[in-house]
């Protein structure tokens, strides 16, 4: 069955770049659907990023002020995430997920990434 | 950005209740309106999307109805696995957005 599964630093230092990556499995990201980024601060709730399909072409939210750049590699299977510039607002827990024709269908068991020097 | 408010934020209930849950969008989405259940520690899992199409492998007891702005998730009888966070979500247009939350306790 598909399954996703992030990946990355745990602890990330103020103003410096937020990295993750999402291991897809049991689907080829090549063969369609998008694939995004939704973040959870601690008690907080869903915010989504971004999001991209194999083909390019990807779309962020504007509340992240051009700080996100969100890409496939067709290659290992994966979706990666970079946030530049982070702060302690940042801190929260990441998911990447699998877009199927109308909803995020398919997620990771998400990553907390804790913003701090 | 479209706004999704969701009603109540919380709310009690008990094992058999009739529960409903209400979104509501701050412009027309026409049906582009997705329900997920996140359980503490968990990432969110599917459960309606377009408004009312249960996901493979839901219960019926978890349908979905509205059209427009106002949208609604109802719980037919509780059982004790549904005591958790539910969250709306418009993919009508960008950015994607998602309802606060709505935590039902027990």
């Given at each position: 069955q598909v399954q996703l599964q992030e990946s990355g630093p745990g602890l990330v230092k103020p103003s410096e770049t937020l990295s993750l990556t999402c291991t897809v499995s049991?689907?080829?990201?090549?063969?369609?659907y998008y694939w995004g980024w939704i973040r959870q601060p601690p008690g907080q709730g869903l915010e989504w990023m971004g999001s991209t399909s194999h083909g390019g072409g990807a779309d962020y939210n504007p509340s992240l002020r051009g700080r996100v750049t969100i890409s496939v590699d067709t290659s290992h299977n994966e979706l990666s995430l970079r946030l530049r510039?982070?702060?302690?607002?940042?801190?929260a827990v990441y998911y990447c997920g699998r877009k199927g024709n109308y909803a995020y269908d398919y997620w990771g068991p998400g990553i907390l990434v804790t913003v701090s020097s | 950005d479209i706004q999704m408010t969701q009603s109540p934020s919380s709310l009690s209930a008990s094992v058999g209740d009739r529960v409903t849950i209400t979104c509501r969008a701050s412009?027309?989405?026409?049906?582009y309106l997705n329900w997920y259940v996140q359980k503490r520690g968990k990432a969110p899992k599917l459960?309606?999307?377009?408004?009312s199409n249960l996901y493979?492998?839901?219960?019926?007891r978890f349908s979905g109805s509205g059209s427009g702005t106002d949208f609604t998730l109802t719980i037919s009888s509780l059982q004790p696995e549904d005591f958790a966070t539910y969250y709306c979500h418009q993919?009508?247009?960008?950015p994607q957005t998602f309802g606060q939350g709505t935590r039902l306790d027990i």
């Open positions: 049991g689907y080829s990201i090549s063969s369609g510039f982070v702060t302690a607002a940042d801190t | 412009q027309s989405i026409s049906t459960l309606i999307y377009s408004t493979s492998g839901v219960p019926s993919t009508y247009s960008s």
